[in-house]
């Protein structure tokens, strides 16, 4: 299991930090397996910056050639560090680039330190965290309640998803959401509470201006990703509770 991410209020992958959107973004990022780092931007907007895992360097720095460009940031310095990848490893080096210097997980780098899943760079009032992926983080991705900013729902509502989603059960390619009338009838709920719940659905993960005949499907689709609907559920029937 990966390592717990290191605790600091300005960690940008913190929990319950990311919208819907941006977790879409770092999902889609991880599945590409490269190591990356994410920071925000000057209006707080996630920014992710995938590393690779070929040998060579990368620059962090105010400059607009570096290859992790922070130029808002007027503590940090034109050329602040190196990032190194030495045999698929990512290290840290600043042997006085900068004039702040720089801190990983709250201690100042001097020379070169290794990087590891869930570390935290801060080079001036700006954070990086570092990520290995989904090869190190599928952990944290695929449970609910474990993974970055997975959206809290009502028990009424998760038990929409799941019923939502049971037809996909099978993994069939054919398969489509269940339909409004099917969800309450296996939650013995009005078809009114089931829209009401699914409407609140959409706007929770930014589907409302999808057309109507996608919304249903890519809500199931980030359902099941995000791990707030288990295959384990779909086979149990109908799903427990009131």
Not at 186 to 209: G, I, P, Q, Y
Request: hydrophobic share 35%.
């Amino acid at each position: 299991m990966a390592p717990a991410r290191h605790q600091q209020a300005q960690d940008p992958l913190a929990p319950h930090s990311l919208a819907p959107r941006e977790l879409k973004d770092l999902l889609a990022a991880r599945r590409r397996h490269q190591p990356l780092l994410a920071l925000r931007d000057q209006d707080g907007g996630l920014v992710l910056f995938e590393l690779g895992r070929k040998e060579g360097n990368r620059t962090i720095g105010r400059r607009s050639e570096a290859s992790v460009s922070i130029p808002w940031d007027g503590e940090v310095s034109g050329l602040h560090a190196e990032l190194q990848c030495l045999g698929g490893e990512w290290t840290i080096v600043d042997d006085g680039l900068s004039t702040n210097g720089t801190f990983l997980n709250g201690e100042r780098v001097l020379g070169r330190q290794r990087l590891a899943h869930g570390d935290l760079i801060r080079v001036g009032r700006t954070v990086l965290s570092y990520d290995l992926g989904e090869t190190s983080a599928a952990d944290t991705t695929v449970i609910a309640g474990e993974g970055p900013a997975l959206p809290q729902l009502t028990d009424t509502q998760h038990r929409v998803l799941v019923a939502l989603c049971r037809p996909l059960r099978d993994g069939a390619s054919f398969a489509t959401p269940a339909s409004n009338q099917q969800i309450a009838e296996e939650l013995h709920l009005s078809l009114d509470t089931v829209k009401t719940n699914l409407r609140t659905l959409f706007a929770r993960f930014e589907l409302s201006e999808l057309p109507q005949n996608r919304k249903r499907a890519r809500l199931a689709e980030l359902a099941l990703e995000f791990g707030l609907v288990s295959r384990r559920e779909l086979e149990q029937g109908r799903p427990s509770g009131g």
